[in-house]
């Protein structure tokens, strides 16, 4: 099948167009700056072929068009008639208790989507917008909703509840969710490809460390816990979000600083990580040269960073009750040996041992890194979301053929 992916934003949607019988990635693209006069659209093909165009384009379904029109560019030759197109698969951030797995897009869906808005106000609305406007483009395809939350939904209660009165989970579903349950989902199932069994009897933790960060905690292949909570700011330090805390904090800053709910927000969600302690940039690469350079508070926030990490290894292979393999993966993790080194050292009471020179080979493969000595294996794996997007949309739509 050919699958068109979207991950649609407030102003933006990335793209891809895959082919699932090769997982060949066709085309892959994004639209930025929507409701705006000058919108920049970009494609690059698998021929390695790049456009990039700036026009007015207004809202989620003109950049749907965009793009399509974009495909079908005599230069490019990616696409000759829309007709090519067999199905639509869209991440959708949050999928609350009712989506557990992913679903082809019906009205009914759609309305639990929307009443799932109060758990996700930044992400799902634009999320049905791309829906809906996909819905325009491509009349009478198949389309169907991956939901970040799903992989996470096998958590045993003990890991999702939180302390607080058990009433504003029963009437505000007050809970920990979970988020990249697509890369942690993918990374864990890519293991067949190193196992013979793949997952299966594994105590895996998987980490995906990029400008938003999360680890999870696999038995067996299903997530049992992961460090992401009711929102993505629970967890590790990330590029400008707090992760965990004291909760007291933030209100005695805000009786402090007189912040606004809003204020308040954008502190623990775009100031404070490592762009917060280091005061420089939320960007590792940028940190890693400034330590190099002797900048101490640089390297204050790649400390912090990198324990933070190493403590959930720590935990998760006491709630696992075990480890077998550890995964990195996502912009950093695939990228960052000194993130890998700082990160497995003083873990070999867990058996972790990394080879060092395995670590520090530049590859966009997949591979081993830890030593011949190691009794848990580590691996570096790059993730492919939107494979696993167009994979499962694929499979949904067979299976409603048949029903």
Same mark, same amino acid.
């Given at each position: 099948?050919?699958?068109?992916?979207?991950?649609?934003?407030?102003?933006?949607?990335?793209?891809?167009?895959?082919?699932?019988?090769?997982?060949?990635?066709?085309?892959?693209?994004?639209?930025?700056?929507?409701?705006?006069?000058?919108?920049?659209?970009?494609?690059?093909?698998?021929?390695?072929?790049?456009?990039?165009?700036?026009?007015?384009?207004?809202?989620?379904?003109?950049?749907?068009?965009?793009?399509?029109?974009?495909?079908?560019?005599?230069?490019?030759?990616?696409?000759?008639?829309f007709d090519e197109i067999d199905a639509v698969g869209h991440r959708v951030v949050h999928g609350g208790?009712?989506?557990?797995?992913?679903?082809?897009?019906?009205?009914?869906?759609?309305?639990?989507?929307?009443?799932?808005?109060?758990?996700?106000?930044?992400?799902?609305?634009?999320?049905?917008?791309?829906?809906?406007?996909?819905?325009?483009?491509?009349?009478?395809?198949?389309?169907?909703?991956?939901?970040?939350?799903?992989?996470?939904?096998?958590?045993?209660?003990?890991?999702?509840?939180?302390?607080?009165?058990?009433?504003?989970?029963?009437?505000?579903?007050?809970?920990?969710?979970?988020?990249?349950?697509?890369?942690?989902?993918?990374?864990?199932?890519?293991?067949?490809?190193?196992?013979?069994?793949?997952?299966?009897?594994?105590?895996?933790?998987?980490?995906?460390?990029?400008?938003?960060?999360?680890?999870?905690?696999?038995?067996?292949?299903?997530?049992?816990?992961?460090?992401?909570?009711?929102?993505?700011?629970?967890?590790?330090?990330?590029? +400008?979000?707090? /992760?965990? %805390? &004291?909760?007291?904090? !933030?209100?005695?800053?805000?009786?402090?600083? @007189?912040?606004?709910? =809003? *204020?308040?927000?954008?502190?623990?969600?775009?100031?404070?990580?490592?762009?917060?302690?280091?005061?420089?940039?939320?960007?590792?690469r940028d940190l890693e040269e400034e330590m190099e350079a002797g900048n101490k508070r640089a390297k204050?926030?790649?400390?912090?960073?990198?324990?933070?990490?190493?403590?959930?290894?720590?935990?998760?292979?006491?709630?696992?009750?075990?480890?077998?393999?550890?995964?990195?993966?996502?912009?950093?993790?695939?990228?960052?040996?000194?993130?890998?080194? +700082?990160?497995? /050292?003083? %873990? &070999?009471?867990?058996? !972790?041992?990394?080879?060092?020179?395995?670590? @520090?080979?530049?590859? =966009? *493969?997949?591979?081993?890194?830890?030593?011949?000595?190691?009794?848990?294996?580590?691996?570096?794996?790059?993730?492919?979301?939107?494979?696993?997007?167009?994979?499962?949309?694929?499979?949904?739509?067979?299976?409603?053929?048949?029903?």
């Amino acid at each position: 099948m050919i699958i068109l992916t979207l991950n649609c934003g407030s102003s933006s949607v990335k793209y891809q167009l895959i082919n699932t019988k090769n997982k060949e990635k066709l085309a892959k693209g994004s639209v930025e700056r929507i409701g705006m006069a000058s919108s920049i659209i970009s494609i690059a093909t698998s021929d390695d072929k790049k456009k990039k165009l700036t026009k007015e384009i207004l809202d989620h379904t003109a950049a749907v068009g965009a793009i399509l029109n974009l495909m079908k560019d005599k230069d490019l030759k990616i696409l000759k008639s829309f007709d090519e197109i067999d199905a639509v698969g869209h991440r959708v951030v949050h999928g609350g208790e009712e989506f557990k797995n992913s679903m082809l897009i019906t009205k009914e869906v759609k309305d639990k989507l929307r009443e799932n808005f109060k758990l996700a106000p930044l992400h799902n609305p634009p999320n049905l917008k791309g829906i809906e406007a996909a819905e325009r483009v491509l009349t009478g395809r198949p389309h169907v909703g991956v939901f970040d939350t799903a992989f996470h939904s096998s958590m045993p209660e003990k890991a999702y509840i939180y302390a607080l009165p058990y009433v504003f989970y029963k009437k505000y579903q007050i809970r920990r969710y979970g988020f990249h349950g697509t890369s942690h989902r993918y990374v864990s199932e890519y293991l067949s490809k190193f196992y013979k069994d793949g997952a299966k009897g594994k105590k895996v933790i998987t980490a995906h460390i990029g400008n938003g960060a999360s680890m999870a905690a696999i038995v067996d292949g299903k997530s049992v816990d992961t460090s992401m909570g009711f929102t993505p700011l629970e967890g590790l330090v990330m590029g +400008s979000r707090s /992760g965990d %805390l &004291d909760p007291a904090i !933030i209100l005695y800053i805000m009786g402090l600083q @007189e912040l606004s709910k =809003s *204020e308040a927000d954008s502190l623990l969600n775009k100031h404070s990580g490592l762009m917060g302690i280091s005061g420089l940039s939320s960007d590792v690469r940028d940190l890693e040269e400034e330590m190099e350079a002797g900048n101490k508070r640089a390297k204050l926030a790649l400390d912090v960073y990198c324990y933070r990490i190493r403590k959930y290894v720590g935990a998760y292979a006491a709630a696992m009750g075990g480890l077998d393999t550890l995964i990195f993966t996502a912009g950093v993790g695939e990228n960052s040996s000194f993130l890998r080194k +700082s990160v497995c /050292g003083g %873990l &070999d009471f867990l058996g !972790i041992s990394l080879d060092e020179k395995k670590n @520090e080979e530049k590859s =966009s *493969e997949a591979r081993k890194i830890s030593s011949e000595k190691s009794k848990a294996d580590i691996f570096v794996i790059p993730t492919d979301e939107e494979l696993v997007i167009a994979l499962d949309t694929e499979k949904i739509v067979k299976e409603s053929k048949t029903t």
